[in-house]
């Protein structure tokens, strides 16, 4: 699925018919508003979108395989080059959000040597600066150290909710990362290289993200699902679901509890990310021949759940799912103690010191833990990645698809897929709330087949699997039920409950003096 980022002149290349009238009254006030602000008209708009993980969750940065898909939620960058950096050895950029109040307006002169980013401060236009850099260091690969980047004049808008679980960090440094590329000339970028960009980019901001988010937000193709695969390199592929009686739709609810990944990373999102890393070198230690050293990956710290499962499976002939089935029942007989390990009972089983467990788990970002829960987030990881599989499967193996006369056997065995994640993350992975567990209950009684928190947790966003015909009775108890009981604007009640369709991923959209 890798080639070229689509260039497209046409909205109707990036949305469906109906999100057509919304998007063009939207573009056109970003358009507008631009050459208000700039004195002169953007010459390209990069778009890159949020995105719902259907299964999968927190699997990613284990490098096991995930199923998210584009949504219609997006950030948009309008970019012009027309100006000039105020000194010598310097290139300006200036970059404003039509949400101008609580995103102010930023104007930076930067040194062509580096981009310094302070991930302690949360500032939205790091987000940028992250995206910037990534894509400066492809650009300087490509043509040399002394590469010298033009000026940018950049306008954001964006709909995807931040902290809503839908990724608007991914989308936002996907699109940054692209605009750069293509204000320095690049007529062409290719997809993977743009995903590879944005995965090590947003870690700048202290975020340490698997690379499903941007996957996702690149290669999405409209109509699909996206198996995202992250061994034995980066690679996405389509993946489409047969046709059902009765038909089936995702729902996106907010939580309205927002997880800001930077801020809450030490306790949340970063220590989970340590804890598999630690569960990897530990259950390598103890299962995989004396000496078997943990090979280096793509996982955030280097290594890797994967990597351990690599090691053990070396010459296996047995299937993924054998495997992982084999590797949750040596997890329970190994890693014991359910009220987690001390750093010094880490040190011990891996065979090493404490100061080599801080240096090697907990030196590249901020986390904060006294015990370390290793055996419930690698039996989360081991039961979420055979789930996937046995969601793949039920999509597309012949021997399992649906009687298209009747289906409901069918969507409740997707929808009871979904619905053992949420009792995994809830219970092992400890990354639900109390509010999305609300959300799941009260859909699922009203119809749902299986409900989820879908995205890093802790709040933000749930997923449901409904039958179209019930999506209404669906709505309606979400809306009684949860959201009246909350004080809420009538904006964030239109935008609450959103039907999705998976969507295309990154474009780039050249415009013709200013318009579309």
Request: glycine fraction near 8%; proline fraction near 5%.
């Amino acid at each position: 699925m890798s080639g070229p980022v689509p260039t497209v002149t046409a909205l109707g290349d990036i949305y469906t018919q109906q999100a057509l009238a919304d998007q063009t009254v939207r573009w056109n006030k970003l358009l507008d508003k631009f050459q208000a602000l700039y004195g002169s008209p953007a010459q390209f708009v990069s778009r890159s979108p949020g995105r719902v993980n259907i299964i999968g969750e927190h699997i990613d940065y284990s490098l096991y395989s995930v199923l998210p898909m584009g949504m219609t939620p997006d950030v948009i960058l309008a970019v012009s080059t027309d100006l000039e950096p105020s000194q010598e050895g310097t290139y300006k950029i200036k970059i404003a959000n039509v949400d101008n109040e609580r995103f102010p307006t930023r104007e930076f002169d930067l040194p062509y040597s580096d981009v310094e980013i302070d991930a302690t401060i949360h500032e939205w236009t790091n987000y940028f600066k992250s995206g910037l850099r990534g894509a400066l260091q492809l650009l300087r690969k490509k043509y040399g150290a002394d590469f010298k980047p033009k000026s940018m004049e950049v306008l954001m808008d964006g709909t995807v909710p931040a902290g809503g679980g839908l990724s608007s960090s991914a989308a936002f440094v996907s699109a940054s990362a692209l605009a750069v590329m293509i204000a320095n000339g690049e007529r062409e970028v290719d997809k993977k290289a743009l995903t590879e960009v944005a995965i090590v980019s947003e870690r700048a901001v202290g975020v340490n993200s698997g690379g499903m988010d941007q996957s996702a937000s690149v290669f999405s193709e409209r109509g699909s699902a996206l198996l995202v695969s992250f061994t034995p390199s980066l690679s996405a592929r389509p993946v489409y679901f047969p046709k059902t009686n009765p038909e089936l739709c995702f729902m996106v609810a907010q939580s309205f509890v927002t997880s800001n990944k930077q801020e809450t990373g030490p306790i949340h999102y970063n220590l989970r990310v340590v804890e598999c890393s630690m569960a990897a070198a530990y259950l390598n230690a103890k299962l995989c021949p004396k000496g078997t050293e943990l090979p280096r990956d793509a996982g955030p710290l280097g290594v890797s759940i994967r990597g351990f499962h690599q090691n053990y499976f070396k010459d296996t002939q047995k299937s993924m799912p054998e495997q992982l089935t084999e590797l949750i029942d040596l997890t329970k007989s190994t890693l014991t103690q359910e009220n987690g390990y001390t750093l010094e009972e880490v040190a011990l089983g891996i065979g090493i010191s404490v100061e080599d467990v801080k240096a090697r788990f907990m030196s590249s970002f901020p986390v904060r833990g006294e015990r370390f829960k290793l055996r419930q987030r690698a039996l989360h990881v081991f039961t979420e990645a055979l789930r996937v599989l046995q969601f793949l499967a039920l999509l597309e193996d012949p021997a399992l698809a649906p009687d298209s006369e009747h289906t409901i056997e069918y969507n409740q065995k997707l929808g009871k897929l979904l619905n053992e994640t949420q009792d995994s993350c809830r219970d092992l992975y400890e990354c639900s709330c109390p509010e999305i567990d609300e959300l799941c209950k009260i859909a699922r009684e009203a119809g749902s087949y299986g409900s989820r928190l879908t995205g890093a947790g802790w709040g933000g966003c749930s997923v449901h699997l409904v039958p179209a015909d019930k999506i209404d009775d669906i709505k309606k108890a979400l809306l009684e039920r949860y959201y009246s009981k909350r004080q809420l604007s009538q904006k964030d009640l239109e935008e609450a409950i959103v039907v999705s369709r998976p969507m295309n991923g990154s474009a780039v959209f050249k415009l013709k003096d200013g318009k579309i």
